[in-house]
Structure formats: C-alpha cells, structure tokens
C-alpha cells in the first residue's frame, strides 16, 4: 500500500491565523466516485479527520471550505482537496492511493485534511546550557536547532502504465463456420489513452460436402482505446493472413490469402485484485481484403464483408 501527497503553497496560509487556537472550522463537500461502492465514504472520512485532530471541526456557515473529488487512473486512485475560503479559492492538495484502494485513499484524505485544518506547530527554540566558569570546565555549545518542517515531496500523477492480455474467444465470419480464437496483446495506457498490439489466430474450419476447404486466420493489429472507469470504446486495424486447404480432393491444395479489416470495439475492464483486471470485448470489423477460396476453378467460399468476435481475457496494468 503506498499513498503519496502534494500541495500548493498557497494552502499552507489557509490555517495560519487558527493555527494557535486548533483546528479551524470548515465545511466539508465530497463528490464520490463509484467503483461501484462511493469512493470516499463521506462518513469514514469525516470520522478520520476528528479522530485525527481530537474534536470535530466541521459544520455550516464556516469560513472555510473543503471539497473532497476524486480522479481514477490507470493503477490508482487520485484525490484532489480544494481549499476555498469565504468562496474564493486559497489552495489544492493531492493525495493518491496505487491499486486503486479507496481505504487508502480516504485515510490519506483524512490526513491531509487534519494538516491542513490543524498544522504542526513551529518547533520550540534551541536549548542553551549554562555552565558555571572554571578552569577545568569545558565549553558546551548550544544543541543544533530543529530541523523546520518539510513539506510534503510534491506528488507526481501516474504516467504511461504497461499493459499486457490474454485470452479466448468466439469469431465470426473468419472462416466458414463460427470457431474458437486466441489472442494476446500488450501495450501502454496514460489516464484515460491506451494502445496495444495484438495478435489473433483463429482455429480452422471446413465447409460441408464430399469436396470441400478449410479456412483458418491469423492476424495482427493496432486498437487504440478512450477509457471512461472501467469501460473503454476502441478502434481496431488488422492485417493477416487466410490460409485456405482442399479436402477430399486428388490433388491437396493449400493457399494464403491477405486479410485486411478496419472496425470498433466495445471493452469492459473490472478490477479483480490490484493490477489484474478481466477483459469483455466485442469486435465488429468490415473486411477490406476479402479472402475467396476455389477448388478446380470454382469458387467454394468467400469471408463475409463484415465479420465480429466476442472475447475475455486476463489483463495486468502496472507502472
């Protein structure tokens, strides 16, 4: 568990006048966040802070103002605390929690809060020892003085995450009859962006009859993806190769056929535990390069025009 925070400089000077007299009086504003349970629980909020600072400093008409958001990113959650005194804004921290853990998150909240409501005292001045003269005394200098407190590091939001999936599924249109598919993928995610490359191969399949092909698909592609929560909407490129097979037939006959689709995804990506999520995607791609397979001349079956495939997989995301 790790939680990290920042603030501006400005929001120091919001409890400097109260901070002689404890806590300054606020009212609290928080906006949760659904994952799916709300994120921060107001209530357990709210009782971190007392307990934190011993009395309970919130309540209407108070001259400060606290609101309380929160942000998801790729591996953690984000929260924001905006200080506004007789509405005007004096200062912002940030606080976040990795593996999206919002206990985490809200006992930072709470801490910050208290801070900024309560700080720490200045440290006392430096001791001084006095000693009586002589001439077999030695001379003791004062202690070094407290270090002055240090501000928290300034907090750095997330940048690009790694992403890699596997998984089965069921295409479409591939081949002659719907059939089992397999796929991998890997790549990068920055808030709400992703991109991954994968890769796809699905299992052969024949048409009926005496005489008779089998078709099976192999392809790579590109699926750059807009993130809202859990949920994702993707566009998808793929370029591969159909391999087409005679059956029943004196002469076997096999042939590799280009295979091109342009299309969209729909993704859905809950959280299991920490990084590892579960993938549900439905494709639906139009094929620009259509294969068509022959026996003796003949055509015996060309892809469909447009072909889809449903899917889930294991998906880890992490720094």
């Known amino acids: 568990m790790r939680a990290g925070t920042s603030c501006f400089g400005t929001a120091a000077l919001v409890v400097a006048a109260g901070a002689a007299h404890g806590a300054e009086r606020a009212e609290l504003r928080v ?34 103002d606290i609101v309380v958001a929160v942000e998801p990113m790729a591996t953690e959650l984000v929260g ?40 720490l005292p200045s440290p006392p001045a430096p001791l001084r020892r006095e000693v009586e003269p ?26 690009v995450s790694y992403r890699a999936a596997a998984g089965v599924g069921l295409a479409v249109g591939s081949g002659p009859r719907p ?4 796929s991998a993928a890997v790549g990068l995610r920055h808030a709400w962006a992703s991109i991954d490359a994968e890769g796809r191969v699905d299992l052969p399949t024949e048409t ?11 392809a790579a592609g590109l699926s750059p993806c807009a993130h809202i929560g859990p949920f994702a909407g993707c ?19 096999s042939a590799l056929s280009f295979f091109a689709a342009l299309g ?11 990084p590892v999520h ?14 068509e397979l022959a026996l003796n001349g003949e055509p015996v079956w060309t892809m469909p025009s447009i072909c889809g495939s449903f899917g889930v997989a294991v998906l880890i995301e992490g720094p």
């Open 235 to 253: 566009a998808l490129l793929s370029v591969g190769g159909v391999r087409g097979e005679g059956i029943g037939v004196d002469v076997a006959l």
């Open 134 to 159: 002589s001439f077999s005394s030695t001379r003791v200098d004062p202690p070094p003085p407290l270090p002055a407190r240090v501000d928290d590091a300034p907090f750095a939001l997330s940048g």
């Open 80 to 119: 924001r605390i905006l200080v506004e005194r007789d509405g005007e804004p004096v200062g912002e921290r940030r606080v976040a929690a990795v593996h999206r853990d919002c206990e985490a998150l809200t006992e930072a909240l709470a801490v910050a809060i208290a801070i900024i409501l309560d700080p």
């Open 264 to 274: 969209a995804r729909s993704s859905f990506e809950p959280v299991l535990h920490g």
């Open 179 to 182: 059939t089992p598919s397999f």
């Open 31 to 64: 906006r949760p966040l659904s994952l799916p349970e709300a994120c921060p629980d107001e209530a357990a909020l709210r009782a971190g802070v007392v307990s934190r600072l011993g009395e309970d400093p919130f309540g209407a008409d108070a001259p400060l």
């Open 278 to 291: 579960l993938r549900l995607t439905a494709d639906l791609q139009a094929v620009v390069s259509r294969a």
């Open 208 to 218: 009926e009859g005496a005489t008779r092909v089998s078709a099976m698909l192999g």
